[in-house]
């Protein structure tokens, strides 16, 4: 066996799971594929991981992509070599030669079986000896400037010098499926995303104020819902046209009720667009953020659909939301510029407290079901996906 560039990928909370984990893993093995499916790939699956492998993307590359998919906790880039120490230090001094520097380093070795009779102290002194004698580098098994990562298997044996952290959480679709309320702000991409790490697949729903507004707002809706599509392999994105109804809200005498009748307006929506398998909606709300996130108000959105709503971030501060969404690459997007269709006809004070009783009358005279009707004949849908070419993957044992 030469060496070959491989990816470990390791499971994360799956690992936790008991009689169905199986599942999980399908599940986990699936969105692999999907994501990969625009090269020619190759998994093999061992006990808690996977060893990805592609003549078509270079380790680093194909880490970089693996390291997008959720459910896996560690992804490493190796070389994979046949089973003894001889080949284990020679991929080791490779590896650090062409790194170049005189870098210090130390050797991690974990074994799985006892497919090599070193232990694995024996091993990493052994590979530890060859790199000084053929390199003259420092050992420093305290602060080392470069880790030598060694992992013997029963079939063989990988080594590499990157250890970098996955998403973690659980695969997109294990959980679920979820309709996403999403605005073009920080909130509500940070909040998509948090689901899916939780293992809901998601597809969205972004309100705009049209013919009120120009198509700002949608354009960034899309651009947001792309690139949490690294996330998961493909998601629709419905257009509602509100403005209308917007109108017609403030004309039948809204005033500081106005942006919690255009909530109860969106969740209504939403819950129509719902698939059958979408059996929640999502939004981007954190407590008493702004007047209408208040206990309250939220209580009262509530109250007008029947499905369920989560809110990953009810507990998160803004500040914690805006770093979030730079580490996942939405906020950039989130700060463009759009007519954001919850800015149209705000009254001059927003009520911070209401009940599902004041909006009786309200909805009466705006005849909201009709308003939700017309909305929903002018909605668009559009699919969301990353291009890839038909699958050419090949799994082995």
Known sequence: MEATSCVLAKYGE?????????????????????????LEVRIRRRGGFLVVSSHDCAGEELARRLRDVMGFSVVQPML?????????????????????????????????????????????????????????????????DTTVFVEVDPREIFVGLHRHP?????PVGATGAALVLLSGGYDSPVAAYRAMRRGLRCDFV??????????????????????????????RLHLVPVGHAQKALAIAGAGPLQTMAHRRLYLRLAERLATADQRVLLTGDSLGQVASQTLDNLLTADHACALPVLRPLIGWDKQEILDE?????????????????????????????????????IDTRADIETLIDDALTRTRTLAVQRAAAPPRHRAAG
């Open 14 to 38: 799956i690992t936790l799971k008991g009689r169905n984990r199986s599942r999980f893993e399908r599940t986990l093995l699936t969105n692999l594929r999907e994501s990969l499916s625009d």
């Open 80 to 144: 994979r070599v046949p089973c003894s120490p001889e080949a284990a230090a020679s991929a080791a001094v490779e590896l650090l030669r062409a790194r170049g520097g005189e870098h210090s380093f130390a050797v991690r070795v974990r074994r799985r079986g006892t497919a090599v009779a070193m232990s694995s102290d024996e091993l990493a002194a052994y590979i530890g000896a060859r790199v000084c004698g053929e390199l003259g580098r420092t050992v420093d098994l305290r602060t080392p």
């Open 166 to 170: 996955g998403q973690g959480g659980l």
């Open 206 to 235: 972004h309100f705009t104020g049209a013919p009120f507004t120009d198509a700002a707002s949608a354009y960034k809706a899309y651009a947001l819902a792309y690139e949490l599509t690294r996330f998961q392999p493909h998601a």
């Open 325 to 361: 969404a730079r580490r996942i690459g939405t906020f950039d997007i989130s700060t463009l510029p759009d007519q954001d269709c919850c800015r149209l006809f705000t009254p001059p004070s927003v009520a911070t407290r209401s009940t599902p009783a004041q909006f009786d009358p």
